[in-house]
Every structure is written in structure tokens, then in C-alpha cells.
């Protein structure tokens, strides 16, 4: 398996712009995950899907951010405009989530992440 | 609110020396433990987890952990430390009912002087 695949690996944009980052999660995996990754605020989950669905969106940090999982295969992260605080690495994650309580699948599978600059 | 706590912020250590990372979660019920290690410019990648049975759980490159329930605590250990574990080493819990979300703790730096 390849792994989670993200692109593009490095975006550099202009503040204003629209910036689209893109997930391919694990195959088989039914949970996707959106992270964002600063020096100043560490780790932060955005938004989580389980079968396409959103389940949580309450770490968007505002409008100009949205998520969308058209399919099983493929997440996207949009944010419009973008601002130079959005300058980050972001990280998607997928994992299988079952209805056992404890369930050896729950680990996340990270993927390389996407160095996002706003200039 | 779940939450994990993650007690150093940045540790500094000599090669051999030896390692724990404090890591304390705040959840009564069933839960899953994992550490993450993300090696600079790099992903996260997994180092452990636990789930059920035997509290002490080994990982890889040597990494253990021990879930204290009584504790609220899942600190990482390692024996001797070597300067390829030059990393930031990251606490995580997924609680019962959660759908699968991990809830992270702020991360550990950790800094191993050749």
C-alpha cells in the first residue's frame, strides 16, 4: 500500500488566493483526518470524516476553511482567501474505525503533509 | 472534555542516557493509547499502542511504554537513547465512542546531544 498520499507536497501562494490541498486516504480505511501543524500552536485537529461524513468541524478556524469528501478515495482542504497566518504544514491522517470498543484498528496513518506558505 | 497531557515540553539528553516521557490523559472509561513519533521535516509515525492485555508494551527502535490505569498515565521509556531519536515524540488517546479520533498531546522535543 502506498500509504496516505498527499498534494501538493509544498504550496507557496499569494494572500488572497485560493488554496486547494488534496488527501488520498489508506484504502480500506472509513475515518480521514485534516491536521494542522504550526511552531506556535502545535498539533491541531481541523475536521474528521467518518465514511465520507463530517463529524467534527469544530477545529476549523473559520469560513474561509472547508473540507469535502466527495468519495471514499478522495479529501480535499480548501481555504479561500488565504491569509499568511494559514502558513502551516497540514497533515492528513486516515484510520478504520469499527463499532468494537476496542478495536486494533483505530491507529491514524499519517501522510507527508503539505508545507503550505502564504505570502 | 478528554484531554492529554504532556508534562515536558523540550528534554535535552547525552546519547545513553536513559528516557521517559511523561504522558497523563484525563478519561474514565475504555481507552486506546498511542505514541507518535514525528522526526524532523518528517510525518508522524507510529512508535506504539495500547489496547488491551499486557500494560507494558514494547514499540519499535526500542521504545516501551507502560499504561497505568490507576495513573491515568502512559509514559514513554527508552533504556538508552541514541542521537537518531532526535525527534518530537507526541501522546495520544482514543477514548470509547469517539469514532476514532485521537485526541494529542502537545508533544515532547526531544533534543539527544552526540
Avoid at chain 1, 480505511?29 to 485534516?34: D, G, I, V
Avoid at chain 1, 461524513?53 to 474561509?64: A, L, N, T, Y
Amino acid at each position: 500500500d502506498a500509504g496516505v498520499i498527499q498534494s501538493p507536497r509544498h504550496e507557496v501562494t499569494e494572500m488572497g488566493q485560493e488554496v486547494t490541498l488534496r488527501c488520498k486516504p489508506i484504502s480500506g480505511h472509513n475515518s480521514l483526518f485534516w491536521y494542522r501543524q504550526t511552531m506556535m500552536r502545535g498539533l491541531e485537529l481541523l475536521i474528521y470524516f467518518n465514511n465520507n461524513v463530517p463529524i467534527d468541524d469544530s477545529g476549523m478556524p473559520e469560513d474561509r476553511f472547508s473540507a469535502k469528501m466527495p468519495n471514499a478515495s478522495f479529501s480535499t482542504l480548501k481555504i479561500q482567501p488565504s491569509e499568511p497566518r494559514d502558513s502551516a504544514v497540514y497533515f492528513c491522517a486516515s484510520s478504520f474505525w469499527g463499532l468494537s470498543r476496542v478495536s486494533p484498528h483505530n491507529e491514524q496513518f499519517f501522510g507527508p503533509g503539505t508545507r503550505l506558505t502564504v505570502l | 472534555a478528554q484531554s492529554v497531557s504532556q508534562h515536558n515540553h523540550h528534554v535535552i539528553l547525552s546519547e545513553a542516557a536513559s528516557l521517559e516521557l511523561g504522558c497523563n490523559y484525563s478519561y474514565g472509561g475504555t481507552v486506546n493509547l498511542f505514541w507518535y513519533v514525528q522526526y524532523p521535516g518528517q510525518h508522524l509515525q507510529l512508535l506504539l499502542k495500547y489496547f488491551s492485555g499486557d500494560p507494558l508494551v514494547k514499540g519499535i527502535k526500542g521504545f516501551e511504554a507502560e499504561f497505568i490505569k490507576s495513573k491515568f498515565s502512559f509514559n514513554l521509556r527508552k533504556p538508552s537513547v541514541q542521537w537518531s531519536d532526535t525527534a518530537e515524540y507526541f501522546c495520544a488517546v482514543n477514548a470509547g465512542g469517539s469514532q476514532g479520533n485521537l485526541i494529542f498531546g502537545k508533544g515532547t522535543k526531544l533534543s539527544v546531544k552526540p
